[in-house]
């Protein structure tokens, strides 16, 4: 059966009702929106809940009623008054609005039942991380544990992204806040890889590579060997630390740097240490 669709709305007539309001709804929120030609707040709010709701068609689905053609639905829903929209899930009523409504209240309404930015922003970076984009997806969780840092997903996602960029210790910390109760399967799949990239960090060629550094402190190419090292295992605050010393001590050292920017265009956009360590540079430079 075909729904007829205006714009961003759906007609609901006897013949879609029950595919809209009782199949639809188990799957989505359903927002059935009652109007008549004669009541122009009705009108009104329709226009409203119609630019209100673009953007947001996979969360909430907008359909309407002309109660002037479809008088047995009103009757149905048990319409007393117009303007009023219903909000349906799974079939029956979940919330809704009554009378005249001004854009705040409408807002109000909406903001309710549509997703958060956060929301939107989890569900971006899922998609990036599923895609192996990494940095993009770092940016976009960071984005949503800016606005939210107590939720729980938000919190495993970016402890996810902090694993597979390196961040080994931030990562454990953001994992040391997680309450029991949202100590789910995610999580102890997180767990285990943290214990796996805590093994890996500490390899046995970075632990030879650093013995060796010990009795020649001085040997510039142990040192961009180690660099590597620390840079394959995500270690790159320490990848850092070793190039800035040394560029510290020869401004002209020309390798050193091309090391170090190497590392800092591995780091994904907005990075912490990446910025850090772009001013540090510049100290350097000017």
């Not at 606005?147 to 992204?161: G, P, Q, W």
């Not at 190419?221 to 394959?232: E, G, I, K, R, T």
């Not at 050292?253 to 240490?273: E, F, I, M, N, W």
């Amino acid at each position: 059966m075909e729904v007829n669709v205006t714009t961003n709305a759906i007609e609901i007539t006897l013949e879609n009702f029950q595919q809209i309001i009782l199949e639809e709804s188990k799957t989505k929120l359903v927002l059935v929106d009652f109007w008549a030609e004669q009541v122009p707040e009705s009108l009104e709010l329709k226009d409203k809940l119609a630019i209100g709701l673009q953007g947001f068609e996979q969360y909430i689905l907008y359909a309407t009623v002309d109660c002037q053609t479809q008088q047995q639905i009103a009757q149905q829903f048990g319409i007393q008054g117009l303007p009023t929209a219903i909000l349906v899930k799974d079939g029956q009523p979940l919330d809704g609005l009554t009378g005249p409504q001004d854009d705040d209240s409408i807002k109000a309404f909406l903001a309710n039942h549509l997703p958060k930015q956060e929301d939107l922003l989890l569900i971006q970076a899922q998609k990036l991380l599923a895609d192996n984009n990494i940095n993009d997806a770092f940016t976009v969780i960071n984005s949503a544990y800016q606005l939210n840092s107590e939720r729980a997903d938000i919190k495993l996602m970016m402890a996810d992204v902090y694993l597979q960029t390196g961040k080994i210790s931030e990562a454990e910390a953001l994992l040391a806040t997680i309450l029991m109760v949202d100590q789910d399967s995610h999580y102890q799949a997180l767990i285990a890889k943290l214990e796996l990239a805590s093994q890996a960090a500490d390899s046995p060629e970075i632990k030879a590579l650093e013995a060796q550094l010990v009795d020649d402190v001085n040997n510039i190419a142990l040192q961009h060997q180690l660099v590597a090292q620390y840079s394959q295992v995500n270690r790159h605050e320490e990848a850092l630390i070793l190039l800035f010393r040394l560029m510290q001590k020869d401004s002209g050292d020309a390798a050193s740097k091309d090391l170090y920017l190497d590392v800092l265009k591995a780091l994904p956009d907005g990075d912490s240490l990446a910025n850090k360590y772009r001013r540090k540079l510049y100290t350097l430079m000017y």
